[in-house]
Structures are given as structure tokens and as C-alpha cells.
């Protein structure tokens, strides 16, 4: 209804819907590094981390609000860069920036996202809810964006790589939240439970286990490990599914699934243009986190911890 | 519905309602100093200063998020003070935290609040929206805030001030947002635009005039001067009127009102329980922001800029 310009944004509400909220910080040094990232990338890249949240929940953006705080020293152009970065991933996906403010920063950029999103009650993607013997399904890839954090600590630059290594430089820097993917799965009614892969699919697995009382399995050969993540764990001696599913950032998204549910959901997984859904291993009635490599298991490795 | 503990919090809507959502920073060293507020002040404070926004909307909170970037050598008890100090604002309002992040901070504590609140559509109190000739209506008293920051930049402590002194200090440290206020005025429709004086007065009165195209005249002798800011004034030697309209931090309402309804506003003000409500000025169809004292007319002081 309104938007930026008054005491707060008005927005409306959608007819059989209820809102979800959430907020997610990005901080320089802390979760960027000016150094490693050009502006733009680091506005694409908190839109999007935010809004994985929304994804992760089955809910459609509806709008954002950004707060910014800025050391004087920042030159203009970064800002703008980070400003368009924002604006322009907000608009990819149809979501109005309503509100925030500007402050300055006496130490680091300080960029926290409130997105609010709409879902059906019913359809609402929640962390618990899993069932032993429910299936877990993993979109697109993982290690990737962990991969290309990876590179960039090592000094390198995109034109030092492959083409998968520069993959995985790209993965990091401008992450893609599953929104239609989130959406489709939700509508269908096909997944029991979902969250996202902020740190990692290892932590994302034990999400879902923990708050649904349960214990997972993650089978070690289905893992989709992107192709520049295998490189990058062969490079640096660590075992690829190790790396993969330990390696945040990726902001895919986890289901649980019925397993007579199974094939509904592949069928509405079919129709998350271009992006695969992997089928990774299930949740179990005993407790705890298992890594499965043809019938032997291993502790599954602990997620990526920010703090 | 849902809070903590998922992606992202779920909110079931009122019937009726609009949403209303806002964004406040509070960051270390530019809007609190840890020598100068105890840690449970700066968690009030950042509830307060963010819900004020609601009521300059007339909006009733419904659910609030925090974001929270901490250094690491911030002691516990200092983090559990400004969580506390938070959460027992928002339980005083009944208004529950149902989401929000903490992260580790490479330099300032940086505090970010998003609410959400409900408001009638046809009853939400906008900046723009008022008229010439109408009236303007302040709450409480100006300029104690401003005075309080004073006093302490000064290097004064309460023991070192008297009573109206340390209810400065009260008023910087312990804002109060007038929800309740906001709220009965929007309900009873006497008011035809609002803003909250988180950059005082002037600003405020500012901000009405230039989002309706009018101009603005505040009448000297009517400005609710802090009886503490009037001290403090003197003891500076600065105007006391225009020392408490160009202060900041009040966290006041200014509302204007159409000539013929002053009556009806002011029986709803006086439902306001304890809080003063007071004539100080006009809108005019001339642009510009005045100061009138008896008939003279200087210009208006600018108000407390943040950046």
C-alpha cells in the first residue's frame, strides 16, 4: 500500500495467507570481504541468503526492508554497487523494497535484510514435522560456494581457475535462494519438512532430525557434490563428501518426504526449471547423524559454525 | 503461529488489518555508548525506538525481530543486560520476539529491530495527508533527550545533577514509544497525519510540511520544553525553545489536525493516560518552517542529523 517515505511501510495482506518474517545480516569481514567480493555481489548476496529463508518455509517474498550502516569512508560507488546489487535481485523476483534506513558505521558495513513473505497455513514447509523412514531430498549441488570461499582464502583469482573452479567462485559470491522451487514443493504438499543449506547440508540434515526428534542418514554416493567442490577437496587433500556436505553458503534447499509420497514428489521436483533434486538418504526412528558409504556409516560431519 | 526455532517466523493476520513494518539500527559509538548507558537501557531503547514508528502509523505491534552483531569480547552479562532489556520492553507491550539473528561483529555492537504491527486501513495516520490551516498537536514535553545526551557528553552522572537533570538522563536512556497514544488517536480518526520526533521537533514539523507541499509555524511559547532541557540550555547558554526543537531522541508524536476537529482531538488526547498533549503550532498554505515569537517569525532550526 506504502512504501518507503513514511514513519513505516503498509503492506496489505493476501487473501488466505499468513506472513512469514525473517531477517538475516551480512557483515563485512564477517561473512564478506570487500576484498573477495564487488559490491554488487555483496547486495545480490544478502537478498538472497534472506530470502532462502522465506524458500525454505514455502513462502513467496512480498517485500523487503534493508538497513544499512556505512563507515564514512565507504566511496560512493560502493555503495551504489551494493544498493543496485540489492535492488536489482529484489526485482529479479518481483519483491518491492518498502522500508529501512541508512546509519553510519564507526567499524564494518552492517547490511541486515527483513524480508516478508506469504504462505498458505497449510502449506507452510516447517523444520519438524519428518517421520522415520521419510525420504531426504537435496536441490541443485553442494561444496560449491565453500569451495569458491575456498579459492578466494587461497589467494585466487577467476582467471587462475577452470571453469569449475570459477563455478564455485560464482555459487559464493551470488547465491540463487530456491524460491520456485520452495513454492512447488510446498503447493504440491509433497515434503513433510524443509530448511535450507545455510551451513551446510550436513547441519541442515541434523536440523530436520533434531527438531523432528529423529536421526538421518545421508548416503555418501549420492551426495551431488559440485564439480568444483571435488576438485577443490582433491586439491587440499580432504575427502570430497566430507568437504561437500560440511561447506555452507549454498542456500539449496533439504526436504523430507513421505516415502509413498516419493513419487508425487519427484514429479513436482521435475518442475523446478533446470534445477535437480537428489535424491540424499532418509530419517531414522534411532537418534543420531550418519555418513553411509556402501553400508558402513561414519559420523556425519558437524555444519559450517559462523560464531 | 510460529516463532523461533524455524527458517522464519509465521504470523497468522488479523482480520481487517493492514501490516505495518519498520526498521531501526542502533549502533555502538553513534547511538549509545557503553560508558554512558548500562546495558539494559540500550535493549529498551532499541525495542523503543523502532516501535515508535508503528505509532506515528497508529499501528498496534504484533510480533518483533532482532538482529545482533556482538563482539566477542562482549562480557555475557552485558549481553544478557541488552537482551533483557529488550525483551522485557517488548513484554511490557505485549509484543513477542518471534525471530532474529546473532552474529559476531568485527567492531561496533549493532542492534537491528524489525516490527510488524497491525493497523485498520482507513485509520492508519500518514505523514502526508494534511492541509493548511491545520493544527499541530505535540505529546509530552521536547527536548529532555537532547539535554540528557548533554549532560552526559559533559561528563555528568546523576549524583552530580538534580532532579530535572536526571530525568534527562531518563528520557535518553529510557525513550517510551506512545503506542498507546498513537493508537487512540488513529481510532478516533481526529488526526490527519503523524510522525514520531526521533530527530525532534523541527524535524518533525519539517517532515509533515514537506510530505503535504505546506509550510509550518511553531509557536514559541507554546513548545512543551523539558523543564531538565531548559536547565540545560541555560547552563550553555543556548536559546531554550530552539535547543529543544532541534534535539533529538524524544520519541514523541506530532500530529496535525484539521481546524475543525480540535475539539474531538483533544477529548481523545485526553484519554492519552498522564501523557500531556499539546497545541504548538499550524500548517500554512506558504512553504517554509517557522518559529513565531509573538508575531516575529525566525526560521525554524534545523533538526538533529544522525549522518
Chains 1, 2 share one sequence.
Not at 570459477?166 to 559470491?173: N, S, V
Amino acid at each position: 500500500v506504502a512504501g518507503i517515505g513514511d514513519d513505516a511501510a503498509v503492506l496489505a495482506p493476501e487473501r488466505g495467507t499468513v506472513d512469514v518474517v525473517t531477517v538475516d545480516s551480512q557483515i563485512e569481514d564477517i561473512h564478506f570481504r570487500r576484498a573477495w567480493t564487488v559490491p554488487r555481489d555483496i547486495g545480490h548476496k544478502a537478498f538472497h541468503v534472506c530470502v532462502s529463508d522465506l524458500a525454505a518455509m514455502g513462502a513467496t517474498p512480498r517485500a523487503v526492508l534493508l538497513s544499512l550502516a556505512l563507515p564514512p569512508s565507504l566511496p560512493l560507488a560502493e555503495f551504489d554497487g551494493i544498493l543496485d546489487g540489492f535492488l536489482d535481485a529484489a526485482a529479479a523476483v518481483r519483491t518491492p523494497l518498502v522500508g529501512g534506513n541508512i546509519t553510519r558505521s564507526p567499524g564494518p558495513i552492517v547490511i541486515d535484510v527483513t524480508a516478508i513473505g506469504a504462505a498458505r497455513p497449510r502449506r507452510l514447509l516447517r523444520r519438524s514435522g519428518a517421520r522415520a523412514g521419510d525420504q531426504l531430498y537435496v536441490t541443485g549441488s553442494v561444496g560449491g560456494a565453500a569451495a569458491g570461499l575456498g579459492w578466494l582464502a587461497a589467494g585466487h583469482e577467476p582467471v587462475t581457475l577452470d571453469e569449475d573452479g570459477r563455478a564455485c567462485l560464482d555459487r559464493y559470491a551470488r547465491p540463487e535462494a530456491r524460491l520456485r522451487c520452495g513454492w512447488i514443493i510446498a503447493r504440491t504438499g509433497a515434503a513433510r519438512a524443509c530448511v535450507d543449506l545455510s551451513d551446510g547440508l550436513a547441519d541442515a540434515a541434523r536440523q530436520i532430525a533434531e527438531a523432528s526428534g529423529l536421526g538421518v542418514v545421508i548416503e555418501a554416493d549420492r551426495v551431488p557434490v559440485h564439480a568444483g567442490a571435488r576438485a577443490w577437496a582433491e586439491a587440499t587433500g580432504r575427502d570430497p563428501v566430507v568437504a561437500a556436505v560440511a561447506g555452507g553458503d549454498d542456500y539449496e534447499l533439504l526436504f523430507a518426504v513421505a516415502s509413498r509420497r516419493t513419487r508425487m514428489f519427484e514429479a513436482a521436483a521435475r518442475r523446478c526449471r533446470g534445477l535437480a533434486v537428489t535424491h540424499v538418504g532418509r530419517l531414522t526412528a534411532d537418534e543420531g547423524a550418519w555418513l553411509d558409504r556402501h553400508g558402513r556409516q561414519e559420523p556425519l560431519p558437524q555444519g559450517f559454525v559462523h560464531y
